[in-house]
């Protein structure tokens, strides 16, 4: 099994500041990598995949970047919709594609 | 549009069955497959298993093997989950996606959620 290991746990930054979130898998998976965004009480939202590219709809301010083990999601300039848990999810492992622990971005 | 609409919430006892539900629309079901994915509370997303709409080929999280069955009824475009033995921390929200028949390629993997179904198990 995949592992990722996703940090830090929770990240506390003001709107406007950039944020950037690390996943680190236990063995490569390649450019296979997505990002999800989940606010409480709603479904996880897709972000990014194959590690940098957005979904249909995702604002420009997102980003993704690595590969093989190491994946970075970046918000540019923190809006306050943004606030909310982040995962990361490999899909190298068809199809059981495992998620990360999640980091929780918060207001500062 | 398209849509994953699931059924609504379950209590049930330690030992007991619930079976979940997850139709589609708007998109060709067949063309698809149907990934389960669960989340305690306060907890992290746990991939539960896909199964195919197209053949019902299925695969399952080691964990749950012998607890979990998917299906699919293409009459309907209804995938749906069932789980076995109940105990108090398969208490979770459980969740439906719509991927890929095979590997996630692009962005229509995981692209849309069902609006999920709280299970609790308590006695």
């Known amino acids: 099994e995949i592992v990722l290991t996703q940090s830090p746990a929770t990240l506390s930054l003001s709107p406007g500041e950039r944020a950037t979130l690390s996943c680190r898998a236990s063995?490569?998976?390649?450019?296979?990598l997505a990002w999800y965004q989940q606010k409480p009480g709603q479904a996880p939202r897709l972000l990014i995949y194959?590690?940098?590219n957005r979904a249909t709809g995702i604002p420009a301010r997102f980003s993704g970047s690595g590969s093989g083990t190491d994946f970075t999601l970046t918000i540019s300039s923190l809006e306050p919709e943004d606030f909310a848990v982040y995962y990361c999810?490999?899909?190298?492992?068809?199809?059981?594609?495992?998620f990360g622990q999640g980091t929780k971005l918060e207001i500062k | 549009q398209v849509q994953l609409v699931q059924s609504g919430a379950e209590v049930k006892k330690p030992g007991a069955s619930v079976k979940v539900s997850c139709k589609a629309s708007g998109y060709t079901f067949t063309s698809y497959g149907i990934s389960w994915v669960r989340q305690a509370p306060g907890q992290g997303l746990e991939w539960m298993g896909w199964?195919?709409?197209?053949?019902?080929?299925?695969n399952y999280a080691q964990k749950l093997q012998g607890r979990v069955t998917m299906t699919t009824d293409t009459s309907t475009s209804t995938a749906y989950m069932e789980l076995r033995s109940l105990r108090s921390d398969d208490t979770a929200v459980y969740y439906c996606?719509?991927?890929?028949?095979?590997?996630?390629?692009?962005?229509?993997?995981?692209?849309?959620w069902g609006q999920g179904t709280l299970v609790t198990v308590s006695s």
């Open positions: 063995q490569s998976v390649s450019s296979y």
């Open positions: 996606a719509r991927v890929e028949l095979g590997y996630c390629s692009g962005g229509s993997c995981y692209d849309y």
């Open positions: 999810q490999q899909r190298s492992n068809w199809p059981e594609y495992t």
């Open positions: 199964i195919s709409a197209y053949n019902g080929n299925t």
């Open positions: 194959d590690a940098s």
